[in-house]
């Protein structure tokens, strides 16, 4: 990280190599915890957990494991059946995934992932994993909510099988550590837009980056899955705008998008050198932190934001 990356948020997105090996060992040895092969399961959350629960649903039904849907927990369709319901919570007081749990105790068996073991969610839900080692003081997540999935895909590593072309996360944790050290470079830090980009598991991963930048910078960014963005979505690219795609980049997208006078930026698709994705989102919370700061903002204090979201009688 350079000098001028000094905010707490910042701090936390550099342990990342080291929480996601924490993360790794303990999801390899969580089968008591976490889905089992087969079973049909739903994962929800809210925000940023909401994103991770996306990602995590569509690696583990594509690898085989079961059928999988996420869905924010506000969301929930709790008249549909499921064999077991996952709930990513960091604070663990978040209503909306509070009242889901509640509605399903002792109906269908359920699990949390959480960073604080002193919380609500620790009675609602039957298991519950806890990484309090990924806990943040930033109100922006960043490694919890990557900690959460690297634990997640190491227990489908565990189980026998991820999707192909996800790489183990022995590999991902080395990319981490290269998003780390290697520059954004002064395109994506100086646009005036940026779009992300997704397919499968990495939509979810799009939808969080857009998420960091508009939360950490108050920045114009959208995400969609990658090959919606030639219906409609380009419209708004040219000069001064960013199109980052994580993982496969859709054939001829490149050419269109830099056609149009946009910056096309993939770091993490089948070339040579890529990134695992989600190492690619640590150098998007990057940017996220470095346009904070050149446009006087704290990325540690977003505006309009709390740590979590407790809703009174009178609310949602």
């Known amino acids: 990280m350079s000098s001028q990356d000094a905010s707490l948020t910042s701090a936390e997105i550099a342990s990342q190599p080291g929480v996601w090996r924490r993360a790794a060992a303990a999801g390899a040895a969580l089968q008591e915890v976490l ?18 629960a996306h990602a995590y649903a569509v690696l583990r039904e594509t690898g085989g494991h079961g059928e999988t849907d996420a869905f924010a927990a506000s ?15 960091r604070s663990g007081t978040t209503t909306e995934v509070l009242d889901v749990l ?21 009675r609602l839900a039957d298991a519950v994993a806890v990484l309090d080692y990924a806990d943040e ?19 489908l590593e565990a189980e026998g099988a991820l999707p192909v072309n996800v790489r183990p996360v022995e590999q991902a944790v080395a990319d981490a550590e290269t998003a780390l050290a290697e520059p954004l470079g002064a395109e994506p830090t100086d646009a005036g837009q940026l779009t992300f980009l997704g397919t499968g598991w990495t939509y979810g991963l799009a939808q969080e980056a857009a998420l960091k930048m ?59 050198g890529s990134l695992d994705p989600l190492a690619d989102l640590v150098r998007a ?29 009178g609310d949602g």
Request: net charge positive; aromatic share 6%.
């Open 214 to 272: 508009r939360e950490a910078a108050g920045a114009w960014t959208e995400s969609y899955p990658a090959m919606e963005y030639r219906h409609g979505p380009i419209s708004i690219t040219g000069p001064g705008r960013v199109t980052w795609v994580f993982g496969p980049v859709p054939k001829g997208l490149a050419g269109d998008v830099e056609r149009v006078g946009g910056t096309f930026v993939a770091r993490s698709g089948e070339a040579a």
């Open 137 to 155: 003081r930033s109100v922006v997540q960043t490694r919890f909510a990557t900690g959460a999935l690297v634990l997640l895909r190491a227990h």
């Open 35 to 52: 889905p089992r092969r087969g079973e049909r399961v739903a994962v929800i959350g809210c925000g940023t957990s909401w994103f991770m």
């Open 285 to 313: 919370q990057r940017l996220a932190v470095r346009v904070a700061e050149a446009r006087g903002l704290d990325p540690d204090r977003p505006r309009n934001l709390t740590r979590s979201v407790i809703l009174g009688n």
């Open 102 to 122: 509640g509605a399903l105790r002792g109906k269908v068996p359920t699990a949390a992932l959480t960073a604080d073991p002193a919380t609500p969610v620790m």
């Open 75 to 89: 969301e929930f369709p709790r008249d549909r059946s499921y064999d077991r319901v996952v709930a990513i919570s």
